[in-house]
């Protein structure tokens, strides 16, 4: 009766994913909704930056050519004939002697081919006009930004594959463009499976508990970047939990489920993906927690069967859910960043497998350090919510210590092109 | 003419705003909508966890008082009278010598104590009905979670001030919290001021450039976790601006501008907080860039003026409009994270003040390094696209060099409890 399953390798497991990424149709989404998602074409200059000869400060625009004489012992004096603002432009013909007050990134008099700062600039008034003196030489170009001298038009600027933040936004504003071309997000459909569940309104009953690992899968998706459809809990019927994951398939790019994988009399998730004609990638992993995390693959979808158990469960997406979304995303960076860190307490159990510990980061000096966190019994349940990290560390060990240096995957930075270090690939 | 303003140290000025901290109200969310909020009140357990005695595994309850004579050389011989899923319970009575098939979760039955894994059991039929041989002796409560053995009835299980992650979320559904107490998010205005700018869907004129700064604000004032409010763009006009700020601060927990604090004869910033009455904290600090950066605070709601030059906007915002922020949602660490890490350029200029360099982490092995961008001119539009970090550096230096240690302020982790380190402290 009882099925042995055989395990495959942690960075197996993912790299057969992988194997089944794509990456998603082009849509344009406004500028201020595009946070987060990922440029799908390359962002080209649509003018010269900056777009016209202007002046860099606040001062006075003038004509070189008077200041040809100038010095401390005989300053030049030139009639400030009127003052102008950025986003005006002096339309005016200029005589010699001659110049324009002007502010940062007001457009240059066509005359004028240098600035004299204000600071620079001895101003005053005589008979009702304004003058300056000017007591040292300027050459053409002397504080004035050139047209096209940061950037020329139709250069191009951002490259795709760049997640949109802040100051991509900038970039984007600059050059117009108010529609943004990214990827879609991906729809992931979202079931948790189990008849002891529980929604999280319901009062408790005895043999039931509430159903977390939908809402924390949910938050996961978002997080990744994806669409989070959560249909609802499944019973643990085959039939229901057939005819509504077969039906959830036709809208969604992938499906999660929680629970039903292992080997349980009704764990009905194998007998599914056989039903579907789904070809299952793996149905045992040798990692802790999550070893029954099982993936499918029907019409190009991937099916994540996770773990019922919530630590597995959320180790589960971030490990093979996240990279996937995330690339469907044309992310070049969908992998968890992982950085070498120093354990700050001992980790005592023996590994038999790859282990992932839920941990917390700190950063001390030039130097990360991560916290086993749920390490006794009473911690367990809040280990998940004080998570940040998860330590990598590979199997066969009797374990570790303070002060062991470990692969640390960094949950709340942005990502990596490469997956984390092969955890096995670690024994020493 | 020209106004002389005493500049004020980065760190004095981050400490002046954050004087002027305060936390919003309270309010709740629903569990789906509480990504990236604080918690406004300590979590507790509305129920134990277990909250019933339950089998961790797949396999066979029993009553350990028939297991005392097991041995391999003896089995002994148990009737297995039902099976019972999770969400399930058995009601009825056991014999000695009986036991129950049950499922990974599944509350245990009244008379059994004891529960033995599908591995270690075997099973088979015989005259119709089912039994398992055992082996070994099992003692009361083996392999059987015990109520309350992870957290008890009450206790606190994530403390007031946690930001919500998906771990968080999962242990809020797990003790009924459908709705979360959080605080609310503050309101940001935001104006951009300006002659010069056009909308981002508006051709180019002369003279005139994109507004690029509102955009780019709306993201980090989000990416912060506020709530932006965009009123749109001002011309260079004191009656217009005035108007226009002192209305909208009725409906904003904070306003940022950006443009218009510097020296400029349209520069209406200055005379505006005059007008109104606000207490100018600062309106220059010694750092390059973003100088020029204002802030006043009227009614007790902090006005940003940031600098219209869009890195000193940006620069100004992470510094000191972030925390703010964040200390209004309740977070305790309300400030970028900064790590020392190593330079991997050489940065020439000559710096007079505290020095924020737009660069790009790298992890690799235990070290971050950090990669200044936008070090010709031709990058500087670029730089704040491929920003993710800066890099602090004290006044009064030559400039820095490929391989030096600094601190890399990171734009993308969560946040730090204390603010960066003074740069002004690491001079050597």
């Known amino acids: 009766m009882f099925e042995e399953r055989a395990p495959v390798k942690v960075m197996d497991a993912v790299q057969m994913v992988m194997a089944h990424s794509r990456e998603g149709e082009e849509e344009r ?16 200059a649509d003018h010269p930056i900056p777009p016209f000869d202007r002046s860099p400060l606040d001062g006075f625009a003038i004509q070189s050519q008077d200041s040809k004489n100038a010095s401390s012992e005989s300053p030049v004096k030139i009639e400030i004939v009127d003052t102008v603002g950025a986003g005006h432009t002096f339309t005016g013909k200029l005589k010699p002697g001659h110049g324009v007050r002007v502010m940062t990134g007001t457009i240059m008099p066509d005359d004028c081919d240098a600035v004299v700062m204000f600071e620079l600039a001895n101003d005053y008034q005589e008979n009702g006009n304004s003058y300056i003196d000017i007591k040292r030489q300027f050459s053409p170009g002397d504080f004035v930004s050139k047209q096209g001298e940061e950037t020329s038009e139709g250069e191009t600027v951002i490259k795709k594959g760049t997640i949109v933040t802040a100051g991509v936004i900038a970039v984007l504003a ?52 994806g669409e989070p459809m959560y249909f609802g809990k499944l019973m643990d019927d085959f039939d229901l939990c057939y005819d509504a994951i077969s039906s959830a398939l036709e809208d969604v790019d992938a499906l999660v489920t929680t629970g039903g994988v292992s080997v349980g009399d009704f764990d009905f998730l194998p007998a599914i993906y056989d039903k579907l004609g789904a070809d299952v990638l793996f149905n045992k992993i040798a990692m802790r927690p999550g070893s029954v995390t099982t993936v499918a693959v029907f019409d190009g979808k991937p099916l994540f069967g996770l773990s ?55 950063y001390e000096g030039n130097r990360l350090y991560a916290e086993p966190i749920g ?54």
Chains 1, 2 share one sequence.
């Open 308 to 362: 019922g158990n919530p630590s597995a469960c959320f180790v589960g997406f971030e490990l093979y859910a996240r990279p996937w979304v995330r690339r469907f995303m044309k992310s070049e960076k969908p992998y968890l960043q992982t950085i070498r860190g120093t354990l700050t307490a001992d980790f005592p159990k023996p590994n038999p497998f790859t282990r992932f510990i839920r941990s917390r980061v700190k």
């Open 375 to 428: 390490m006794d019994k009473s911690q367990v349940v809040t280990s998940l919510a004080y998570s940040d990290c998860l330590v990598a560390v590979p199997g066969g060990s009797r374990g570790y210590t303070s002060g062991d240096e470990v692969d640390i995957l960094l949950l709340e930075a942005e990502g990596s092109a490469i997956p984390f270090k092969d955890p096995e690939k670690r024994k020493g």
């Open 174 to 225: 600059t050059f117009g463009y108010e529609y943004v071309p990214v990827i879609r997000k991906p729809r992931i459909g979202i079931f948790a499976t189990g008849t002891e569940l529980l929604d999280v309104n319901e009062p408790l009953e005895p043999g039931k508990i509430r159903n977390s690992n939908a809402y924390m899968i949910i938050s996961q998706v978002r997080k990744a970047g």
């Open 29 to 44: 989404v406004h500028l201020s909704e595009a946070d987060g998602r990922y440029l799908a074409e390359d962002i080209k």
